[in-house]
């Protein structure tokens, strides 16, 4: 099954399509204990809550900072798959919380946003985002059973959503928003998973000036290898990939690789202070790697999933900026990989 990005605003990003039928057929069936009383917002005296089922996280309304609760069914091969899939799409991130909310008809939520402005501040200094990303769980959704998830602006409505299936949702955790209960004509359990993330704050502006401040001069490919760089970055951002595969794409041969290479003293702590720990290691991982295109196709390295798709994101859009000056091949095969999950 493939899918397409959407981004709805610096904010907000969607996708459709993201899991196998099989993989959503076990959320829509598998999970289904859920206990009530869960608030959306519990500054509001009326809010009485709604359906949850916590998977990995503290426990939530309690001074209980270090109570962690861990489902060992999260490692199991569904859970985590559809974790890594949230990862390919919206890029990789660490986990703060994960849990199934579910609404009824008459089950209201009420605006919050998903981050304090105590955690927000100390993310902000520690360099990091926090983002939500949702999955909606239903095996099927009529536009006439309502249940959106609404996004404001101030007082005003931004953007919203219906829970359609297999609809993914990333989104600033600053963000006000809110889920809207089913309607009468509505039969089914509106059900999401939640991940609660961070992920690492990355300045593409600098890392784009970095490039052409100290790669103009280096040729490559029929033009200068920070033209190459830029604009291998530039097709991952056109097809609105993740921040940080994007700027690993734009550092991709910073290290030289196999078939190129070139004067310089950039030292990985250096790309790490600029792109994150994530990205510098993606970048370097293709510079280091021989024979590329048949490593990518076999994986004959055992890299995880994410990181092996992230790799051939790279490979893809590296091949395809050379295509117009040079020949290349293997364009159709990394089209190939990347378009099992997100259709290029």
């Not at 609404?150 to 359609?164: S, V």
């Not at 401040?213 to 970055?233: C, D, P, R």
């Amino acid at each position: 099954m493939t899918s397409v990005i959407n981004v709805v605003n610096s904010a907000i990003k969607t996708c459709d399509g993201v899991l196998l039928p099989s993989e959503l057929e076990v959320l829509a069936s598998k999970y289904n204990g859920f206990n009530y009383g869960w608030k959306a917002n519990v500054n509001q005296s009326y809010d009485q809550g709604h359906w949850n089922i916590l998977i990995v996280g503290p426990k939530k309304h309690t001074n209980e900072k270090n109570d962690l609760q861990y489902d060992k069914e999260f490692i199991s091969s569904n859970l985590n798959s559809v974790w890594n899939k949230m990862k390919m799409v919206y890029g990789e991130r660490s986990m703060l919380r994960c849990y199934f909310n579910a609404y009824t008809y008459g089950t209201e939520g009420y605006i919050h946003t998903d981050v304090s402005n105590e955690n927000l501040a100390s993310y902000k200094k520690q360099g990091l985002i926090a983002e939500t990303v949702l999955l909606f769980c239903n095996d099927e959704w009529e536009t006439d059973w309502a249940g959106e998830t609404i996004f404001f602006d101030r007082k005003e409505i931004a953007y919203a959503t219906l829970p359609y299936t297999n609809r993914s949702v990333c989104f600033d955790a600053s963000v006000p928003h809110v889920a809207r209960s089913p309607s009468r004509a509505c039969h089914k359990l509106r059900k999401i998973l939640a991940f609660k993330t961070l992920r690492k704050e990355i300045d593409e502006d600098a890392c784009v000036q970095f490039i052409q401040e100290t790669m103009q001069n280096v040729t490559h490919s029929k033009t200068t290898f920070a033209e190459h760089l830029i604009g291998t970055y530039d097709i991952l951002k056109k097809l609105n990939m993740p921040v940080d595969v994007c700027v690993a794409a734009l550092f991709h041969a910073i290290y030289g690789t196999e078939f190129f290479s070139h004067n310089s003293n950039v030292e990985r702590k250096l790309v790490k202070s600029l792109i994150g720990d994530y990205a510098e290691d993606l970048a370097h991982t293709f510079s280091s790697m021989k024979n590329r295109i048949h490593t990518i196709t076999t994986n004959e390295a055992n890299y995880n999933e994410v990181k092996l798709y992230h790799l051939a994101c790279i490979e893809y859009a590296n091949l395809l900026e050379q295509l117009p000056r040079i020949n290349v091949s293997g364009v159709e095969q990394m089209k190939a990989i990347v378009d099992k999950i997100i259709k290029v």
